[in-house]
């Protein structure tokens, strides 16, 4: 089954204590992203990736790092938690190859993230 | 400057009745739109999309509605059901090679039986 996959689910953690959350994709594709959902500011991305070793800057990218080290894997790295990074965070997947127009992102789960 | 806006958080609609859902953009170089649905605990799934080439695309019970000049597109599900209930999110392809999506803030639809 074609799926997008992160984990942990749910976390709760101190302020300063360094976290992962991780992504998986087994579509083979290229094209990845991590995007925040926060009450009535809808999603906003924070990275993305092109491909391997490839990332850059979302919209939203203070506090957070990522890699792209496997193409089907691209973790989500907070070094020092702070509170204002609680909130709902989704990775995403896409093919980069086929046909242009089609721009359809596969979404995870979900990861509800609590910083105290 | 929000270039995706939805500016009704949310629509409440009897079952079997119309539901439109709205959308507009202030980015006159989006081309390509999509709807996701966003049901609790889940991540967001694909809906339906269009091309600034069309002005309506139909997909079973969903339609979106573009108007370019209007830079406004709609979403109508016909008839609306309970399973229904979820929060819709527009989108638009953006940035290098648009294979970023910029999405406005949802609207939640609770469909009522």
């Known amino acids: 089954e074609a799926q997008v996959t992160q984990n942990p689910r749910y976390l709760i953690t101190v302020t300063g204590k360094k976290l992962t959350v991780t992504c998986s994709q087994n579509?083979?594709?290229?094209?990845m992203s991590w995007y925040r959902q926060d009450p009535g500011l809808g999603l906003r991305q924070i990275y993305y990736?092109?491909?391997?070793?490839?990332?850059d800057k979302g919209d939203v990218p203070e506090g957070y790092k990522v890699s792209r080290k496997e193409k089907r894997n691209f973790p989500l790295i907070l070094e020092s938690p702070s509170p204002n990074q609680t909130s709902l965070y989704f990775c995403?997947?896409?093919?980069?190859?086929?046909?242009?127009?089609?721009?359809?992102?596969?979404f995870g789960p979900g990861t509800r993230l609590t910083v105290t | 400057d929000q270039q995706v806006k939805q500016n009704s958080p949310s629509l409440s609609v009897q079952e079997g009745r119309i539901s439109i859902l709205n959308c507009d953009y202030t980015?006159?170089?989006?081309?390509?739109f999509l709807w996701y649905k966003k049901y609790p605990a889940e991540g967001p799934t694909f809906l339906i999309s269009?091309?600034?080439?069309?002005d309506k695309n139909e997909d079973g019970r969903f339609t979106v509605f573009l108007n370019k000049s209007a830079k406004h597109l709609s979403l109508h599900i016909v008839p609306s059901q309970p399973g229904d209930s979820a929060v819709y999110f527009c989108?638009?392809?953006?940035?290098?090679?648009?294979?970023?999506?910029?999405f406005g803030k949802g609207t939640k639809l609770s469909v009522i039986p």
């Open positions: 990736s092109m491909n391997v070793e490839v990332t």
């Open positions: 269009i091309s600034s080439i069309k």
């Open positions: 995403a997947s896409r093919s980069t190859s086929g046909s242009p127009l089609f721009y359809e992102q596969y």
């Open positions: 980015n006159s170089m989006f081309d390509y």
């Open positions: 579509m083979n594709h290229e094209y």
């Open positions: 989108a638009a392809p953006s940035g290098a090679g648009s294979y970023q999506l910029t």
